[in-house]
């Protein structure tokens, strides 16, 4: 068994941002299609990421700058919103940037490494971890890690399906 990601399923993905954006109070959200995307870089990583998002552990992320260039994506910005898919690439979630901070890896805190809810939620572990996936991700195609490279840190917060949206996000559709 391979652990490649499935495609993103992106008709899927609209139908959910559909959803949200029917229930949505105020008005629709400020972009017509957000960014379909996953966590990670392979199926299993993506599926256990996804998992520490819909329990409530996970509400930050990292990426580096140079990935949203070499995808040609715009970086993310808050209130922005995106889909995070599951390894198969089915959506799993409508998430919505809270908080973006553009740093090198290194100047990651204590709070950033819990919120990011990966292993055992150290800054330690958070910097060992993202250092081999940045690292491996940038050799996959022909490029070097270099400590000077910048770091997208960014929060959010899940806002649909209701079932796993935060508990603020379940308030204001209640009334």
């Not at 256990?48 to 990292?62: D, N, S």
């Not at 919103?81 to 390894?87: F, I, L, R, T």
């Not at 330690?124 to 940045?134: D, I, K, M, P, Q």
């Amino acid at each position: 068994m391979t652990d490649e990601p499935g495609a993103l399923r992106r008709e899927e993905a609209a139908a959910l941002w559909a959803a949200y954006t029917a229930q949505r109070p105020g008005g629709g959200p400020p972009e017509d299609e957000p960014p379909v995307e996953r966590f990670g870089d392979g199926r299993a990583l993506a599926d256990e990421l996804i998992g520490l998002v819909l329990t409530g552990t996970k509400r930050a992320t990292a990426g580096l700058v140079a990935d949203f260039a070499h995808d040609g994506e715009p970086l993310p910005r808050i209130g922005g919103h995106w889909v995070a898919c599951d390894g198969d690439g089915r959506p799993r979630a409508v998430l919505r940037s809270t908080e973006l901070r553009v740093g090198r890896l290194d100047s990651v805190d204590d709070a950033f490494a819990w919120d990011e809810g990966e292993g055992d939620r150290t800054r330690e572990s958070w910097l060992a971890g993202h250092l081999r996936y940045f690292t491996r991700t940038l050799a996959a195609r022909g490029e070097r890690w270099d400590d000077g490279l910048e770091v997208v840190f960014e929060r959010f917060r899940v806002v649909w399906p209701p079932e796993v949206a935060d508990r603020a996000d379940r308030a204001d559709r209640a009334g």
